[in-house]
């Protein structure tokens, strides 16, 4: 490989690990603050799965954003010719959060959410690659829409959402490395550098909850990286335990129908278990016996963790098969 190339892939390798640090930092400082005004502002939302039900910080994922934000602008200035596909990305993953946001303060319905999603994944078609049709560009902002649902649906647990968002840009970020695509992992890292920082957060006990301006975001982030890096067959494997859960949803009760559902309990003993009725669920599907909650949101990373590894080793094929 040429030697300029090589230190270009140096450059860039060492750019997004600064621009995750730095998405880490603001995330990580700006979270407590955050806290105490959603908390004064009374934004918040019940524990339900502690035997003393706390009342906790909602709609924290806005830390997640700021951090990103600025995470993605270092990456504009430090490489101004991918200025367009970041800023691009960037605008994005904000409208979409901007819909968690909605959703979070005033409670949208099914359709209007998915609407909302597919319009905020419009901008995407801007950086498309050349020649591929309609049909393909068309598919760029329902992929948006998709993937955020998918992330937002695997939910509830402290640490569960973010700590598998945490996962699959790990795999994303490295996966890119394997096969040389620097300037999306730039995307990906400042994610991932956010993700951590609130996990320290929302982790069991959780401080602060996401909401959908924080789950939201894990998904569109996924596709973004997977259009622009050409990886989508890796993001479809990070995202199939999140594809598992909806299924299990959309198998038990249907689409768009939540009625009628028991959420799971937490007994004396502080173990959570699943009451009768309501649907079925990854989570549920692990509770056939009770067990805390720590231990379950330990054996979800773990899948995710699975599939975040398997992405790792496609990436590592793929590269191969192309040499």
Request: a neutral charge.
């Amino acid at each position: 490989m040429d030697l300029n190339i090589i230190t270009q892939y140096q450059g860039l390798l060492i750019s997004s690990i600064i621009c995750g640090i730095i998405a880490f930092l603001i995330t990580f400082l700006s979270m407590p603050r955050l806290i105490k005004k959603l908390k004064s502002a009374e934004i918040v939302g019940r524990d339900i799965h502690k035997p003393s039900k706390p009342m906790v910080a909602e709609m924290g994922g806005i830390g997640i954003l700021f951090g990103f934000t600025i995470g993605m602008f270092l990456g504009v200035y430090l490489y101004p010719q991918l200025q367009e596909q970041l800023i691009v990305s960037l605008v994005v993953i904000l409208l979409v959060g901007i819909v968690g946001m909605v959703d979070d303060l005033v409670q949208l319905s099914s359709q209007e959410k998915l609407i909302l999603l597919w319009l905020a994944g419009l901008p995407l078609i801007w950086i498309a690659p050349p020649n591929v049709g309609l049909i393909y560009m068309l598919a760029m902002p329902f992929a948006v829409t998709i993937a955020s649902n998918l992330t937002n649906m695997l939910a509830g647990l402290n640490g569960i959402e973010s700590g598998l968002g945490a996962i699959a840009m790990t795999s994303l970020s490295v996966s890119c490395i394997i096969m040389g695509k620097m300037d999306v992992a730039l995307i990906s890292m400042a994610m991932l550098g956010a993700l951590l920082a609130f996990l320290y957060y929302n982790r069991h006990p959780s401080r602060v909850f996401p909401g959908d301006v924080g789950t939201l975001i894990i998904g569109a982030t996924i596709v973004v990286v997977a259009f622009i890096g050409r990886v989508k067959i890796i993001a479809l494997i990070v995202l199939i335990p999140n594809i598992i859960d909806s299924l299990l949803k959309f198998y038990s009760v249907g689409v768009m129908e939540r009625q009628n559902h028991q959420p799971t309990q937490v007994g004396e003993d502080g173990k959570l278990q699943v009451p009768e009725g309501g649907f079925n669920s990854l989570i549920r599907w692990i509770l056939k016996r009770p067990m805390e909650e720590k231990n379950v949101v330990i054996l979800v990373w773990g899948i995710g963790m699975f599939f975040g590894l398997l992405g790792i080793l496609m990436a590592y094929f793929l590269k191969n098969s192309l040499i």
